[in-house]
């Protein structure tokens, strides 16, 4: 065993009591109160270094990159709205006699949960447009992640080494269902209610332990007395902790992981480039939370959202025609209505239809979703990490792949509005339903074909461009009277007139005006945006100052 | 240490000093790895009219935003009321109150956010920086110095040489492991099917029981016009509540029949018949009645079932018919009340994995 020095004889000569100079003093000693404040930081932090580099970090811009922005934004936003909404909600399923203001309901039998939210609606200030914005910001953080993942998925950013943030991401999107469903189901309303009956059955379903699953989660029969207590602390506690975390996990991947980016000039797998975060990109990503929060506020006064008390309180024995989920559980309901009758029966024992839509379906999707990075990796033997991201036309297969799964997708969540579409246009429902099924079948191998076809063409006529030049408009006619179309060769050519710039995964030009043959437009929307040349000028005339001022002076010297 | 070692670690710190805060930040970036390719001040010359607009274009959104924010608190104060009137019944003007605080936050948070983006697009540096990425494994020293000090923690612990206090540790934490989840499931789980109104099989309809509207007033046949529905319960303690009694009695129109399931032929009393309301697909209750030909619907998942039939799926996801409550009808003070014969001879609502 080697022994190491003791501690004491490592210690610098003048000890941590004695003075030290650290260095000027301006910055050892700092009169300003920032600099105070700064050096109080710095003798107990240490940070200087480190929160340089992290001040200085470069994000990418991208207008897609905005998706997950929205996203992280919008939790916040559900975390500050939802924080108010928990001071007036009352999770309890005891009867009480509505005696609030709103008089259509009055003396109506209802639980205190479906009672409290008809107070935060009509008794508490501001509690509706609370109420509405924590719903609209629900939706839109829905939204935001299925679209983050569309980009993500497009672009090719799950490659490695982004393998464990799209598992993280996809993790985040099926609790986010979880936490919508719960949070939805809070009210105890009419439409509610019907949604936590569906829920009892799907668990139901559940071959072997089904019913053994209702009585556990609903602490007996359906409704009992304890489910909302029990999904309340579920939506306010569990489900968003474990959702920060993962946010937390997925910032923290990407921070150490670093943007990916498109490629172009200046671009390559080694760099990352773009706006340093301080003050620049934190600057405009501030303000962007400002305006999605802006677009919730606004949403949450002026579109009504889930208006419970139209509905009433629970009740096992009504229903209202158009019962629908929020939209994010919407393919559930899809693929609940276009699922076939097919209950098995074995020995006296039967596993219901349910089963296959509610529950193994959305299982093989996720699993499915998840595996990708895996899969593909697998089969184009593709094991380097990436950094720089594709265009989509540039990998037909996995593009083709998502459209299809976008395709699937889109048609089960029609179907869960099929009853609504079959009312406004007129149409049969059971029409509507065998269209769904059929559609289901037939339309994702199509979209892929389509997508797949469309992609190679896409793809050829970037080469055509880069070898034969961007279609100019002008028709020559030759001596010998044959019409040509002059074409714009992009770079140099060879004795073919050929271009022979070769496809660098970039948009090529496909217009004459994206090369700035129109002289370079004005942008702006009341006045001209400055541009270039101005700046110049500007330049020109501080040089030209400048210069003056130095031949003064050095007149001055001389005489 | 770390890559991205540059000049501005070998700065001393009256070197340092010496430099420009803008000239601190371009060193202390390159000693990070990130190099300013591009910066230029979007007004090389302070003070021209375009610079001076540009602030004042954003200082007039920061200005509305200032006033949205002072509208907002005054309305949410009481210059508009929030309480709900009946139509008719006081001043209506609570209708502009959420309408009115929403758009005025709104409008608040887009002007601070519309004038801090542009803050940063129109005044800031035009600025393009480049960062090394240093992505991916650690270089190999690193790596073989990080898998030494795991093998040799690994080693001191003697996991290889020490099998006995592996399998012990392993099964004391195993079956600690499995503690939690013994305490969560033990202490929610719920037996099915014991206790008063626990069962999925049976509903609290028995011999006698009366048929009750939901607010316990009794049925009687004379209630119904022919093609008329009524959703009735059992009348017990709690029937009304209970979710999967809900029964859907229905009076034929004359010329209909139900053609009835094998040992069902006397379950209806007339031209009533009474199904269960909870569909066998998913528990939501069948309750779109179409009188002319007798399909019932239910809105949730568009199971349609024919009365006709005996209430058999005729289409969408339901595969079992709605289960039929044997009717009779008693005499209480001259006049007729229906009852049950029985309770349902199968289980009502959605199936399940018992359910033969």
């Known amino acids: 065993m080697t022994t190491i020095d003791s501690a004491d004889s490592r210690r610098p000569a003048d000890g941590p009591t004695g003075p030290t100079v650290r260095g000027p003093k301006r910055f050892d000693k700092p009169r300003t109160p920032q600099g105070k404040a700064a050096r109080w930081a710095e003798d107990r932090l240490g940070i200087a270094g480190g929160l340089r580099k992290q001040l200085n970090k470069v994000f990418p811009d991208h207008w897609s990159f905005m998706m997950g922005e929205i996203a992280l934004y919008s939790f916040i936003i559900l975390i500050l709205s939802g924080t108010f909404l928990t001071f007036f909600f009352d999770a309890s399923m005891a009867e009480v006699r509505y005696d609030g203001s709103y008089v259509p309901l009055d003396g109506v039998e209802m639980s205190r949960a479906y009672a409290s939210t008809l107070n935060i609606s009509f008794d508490v200030r501001g509690g509706l447009v609370m109420r509405q914005i924590h719903h609209w910001a629900a ?44 949070g939805y ?78 490629p172009g000039p200046g671009k390559t797998e080694h760099t990352v480039s773009g706006e340093r975060m301080y003050p620049t990109y934190g600057m405009k990503a501030g303000g962007f939370f400002f305006i999605v929060f802006a677009v919730c506020a606004a949403l949450g006064g002026l579109a009504q959202i889930n208006p419970v008390w139209l509905f009433g309180p629970y009740n096992p024995a009504q229903v209202s025609s158009g019962s629908q989920p929020d939209w994010y559980i919407g393919f559930l309901d899809g693929s609940t209505r276009l699922f076939p009758s097919w209950e098995i029966r074995l020995f006296d024992h039967t596993i219901p239809p349910l089963f296959w839509p509610t529950l193994v379906l959305p299982g093989i999707l996720f699993t499915l979703a998840g595996a990708y990075p895996f899969l593909e990796a697998k089969f184009t033997r593709d094991r380097s990490a990436h950094n720089l991201l594709q265009r989509p036309r540039d990998v037909p297969v996995r593009t083709g792949l998502g459209v299809m799964a976008i395709t699937f997708y889109s048609v089960l969540l029609l179907s869960g509005g099929n009853d609504l579409i079959a009312k406004a246009f007129d149409l049969s429902l059971n029409a509507m339903t065998w269209a769904g099924r059929i559609s289901l079948l037939v339309l994702p191998p199509l979209a892929y074909a389509v997508t797949y076809k469309i992609c190679l063409g896409l793809q050829r006529h970037d080469r055509e461009v880069l070898e034969h030049g961007i279609e100019t408009g002008i ?39 994206q090369l700035g043959a129109r002289g370079g437009g004005i942008r702006g929307f009341f006045y001209p945006v400055r541009e270039k040349a101005d700046i110049q000028a500007e330049l020109d005339a501080l040089a030209a100052q400048e210069a003056l001022q130095e031949r003064h002076r050095e007149r001055e010297l001389t005489d | 240490m770390t890559h991205g070692q540059g000049s501005g670690e070998s700065l001393t710190a009256e070197e340092a000093a010496e430099l420009s805060p803008e000239e601190a930040m371009i060193v202390g970036a390159e000693a990070d790895g990130i190099y ?38 005054v309305v949410f104060c009481g210059a508009v009321p929030f309480e709900w009137r009946l139509p008719g019944a006081g001043n209506q003007n609570y209708r502009y109150f959420t309408p009115l605080i929403g758009s005025l936050l709104g409008l608040s948070l887009a002007c601070i956010g519309i004038g801090v983006v542009l803050w940063a697009k129109w005044l800031l540096p035009e600025e393009e920086a480049v960062q090394d990425r240093h992505d991916g494994a650690s270089d190999m020293t690193e790596q073989i110095l990080g898998a030494g000090t795991l093998v040799s923690g690994f080693s001191d612990l003697g996991v290889a040489r020490r099998s006995m206090l592996k399998t012990t540790l392993a099964l004391a934490g195993g079956a600690l492991g499995v503690v939690p ?40 046949p004379n209630d119904l016009q ?38 069902q032929a006397d379950f209806g009393w007339g031209d009533y018949v009474a199904f269960s309301k909870i569909c066998t697909h998913a528990g939501c209750p069948a309750s779109l009645f ?67």
């Open chain 2, 226 to 263: 022919p093609g008329g529905i009524a959703t009735v319960f059992p009348g017990v303690e709690g029937g009304t509540k209970d979710a999967d009694s809900p029964t859907l009695l229905i009076r034929l129109r004359p010329g209909q029949a139900v053609k009835a399931r094998k040992g």
């Open chain 1, 185 to 262: 189901s809070l009210p105890d309303d009419l439409l509610s209610g019907t949604g936590l009956r569906i829920a009892a059955a799907i668990m139901q379903s559940i071959p072997v332990i089904g019913s053994w699953a209702e009585f556990l989660v609903f602490g007996g029969k359906f409704p009992g007395t304890e489910i909302i207590g029990r999904l309340y602390i579920v939506h306010v506690l569990l489900v968003p902790g474990i959702l920060a975390g993962l946010i937390g996990a997925h910032m923290a991947l990407l921070i150490k992981q670093k943007h990916t980016e498109f």
């Open chain 2, 36 to 73: 300013i390719v591009h910066r230029r001040e979007r007004f090389p010359i302070a003070g021209t009219k375009a610079e001076r607009r540009a602030e004042r274009t954003i200082a007039t959104v920061f200005l509305i935003g200032f006033l949205a924010a002072v509208a907002f608190i």
């Open chain 1, 139 to 182: 939706l839109l953080f829905m939204a935001a992640m299925l679209i983050h993942m569309f980009r993500v998925f497009f672009t090719g950013a799950f490659r490695k080494p982004r393998e464990l943030n799209w598992l993280i991401g996809l993790g985040l999107i099926t609790l986010g269902l979880v936490e919508g469903f719960a």
């Open chain 2, 290 to 356: 179409e009188q002319k030909t007798g399909r019932l619907l239910c809105p949730c998942h568009q199971s349609q079932f024919d009365v006709l039939q005996d209430a058999k799926p005729v289409f969408g996801p339901a595969t079992r018919s709605l289960p039929k409550l044997p009717l009779t009808v008693e005499l209480v003070d001259g006049q007729q009340y229906f009852t049950a014969r029985g309770d349902y001879p199968e289980a009502t609502g959605p199936s399940f994995w018992e359910r033969p």
């Open chain 1, 475 to 513: 028709i020559k006619l030759l001596p010998n009277g044959e019409f040509i179309e002059i074409h714009q060769p992009l770079g140099p050519v060879d004795d073919h007139g050929h271009g022979q710039l070769g496809y660098a995964g970039v948009p090529v030009p496909k217009k004459m005006n």
């Open chain 2, 181 to 220: 989840l013994v305490a969560l499931v033990g202490a929610m789980i719920k037996k099915p099917n014991r206790g008063p109104g626990q069962s999925l099989f049976h509903t609290p309809f028995g011999p006698g029981v009366p048929l009750v509207y939901a607010d316990g007033r009794r049925v009687s």
